[in-house]
Nanobody
Framework: QEQLAESGGGLVQAAGSVRLSCAASRRVFSFSAIAWFRQGSGKEREFVGDISWNGGSTGYADSVKGRFSISRDNATNTVYLEMKNLKPEDTAVYYC???????????????????WGQGTQVTVSS
């Protein structure tokens, strides 16, 4: 089964920053839009943002706009989620997902993504 692997999570203080990475096989990564989702304890999985296959287009949920940014390095098959000015409500398990049938961004529906990572925990302390 195709897989992605997130890394970079941990404990961070409010107003701090952290960068998450998502690594994938070339077969999964190439020409695939990639999205980040998150799921807080007792909450539904929430779309965070996404990036097109070449990095030319990005989109973000209103809750993170202006604080989070997504980029990708196709030479290393890695997507990054840079998170700044973190708030306690950003505490969640963060997942990356590949739109394995689309190079363009496909938006916030989790069921549209064909490959997922196992997630990485980010905890923001107040």
């Amino acid at each position: 089964q195709e897989q992605l692997a997130e890394s970079g999570g941990g404990l961070v203080q409010a107003a701090g920053s952290v960068r998450l990475s998502c690594a994938a096989s070339r077969r999964v990564f190439s020409f695939s839009a990639i999205a980040w989702f998150r799921q807080g304890s007792g909450k539904e999985r929430e779309f965070v943002g996404d990036i097109s296959w070449n990095g030319g287009s990005t989109g973000y949920a209103d809750s993170v706009k202006g604080r989070f940014s997504i980029s990708r390095d196709n030479a290393t098959n890695t997507v990054y989620l840079e998170m700044k000015n973190l708030k306690p409500e950003d505490t969640a398990v963060y997942y990356c997902a590949a739109a394995t049938r689309s190079a363009l961004r496909i938006g916030p529906r989790a069921r549209d993504y064909g490959a997922w990572g196992q997630g990485t925990q980010v905890t923001v302390s107040s």
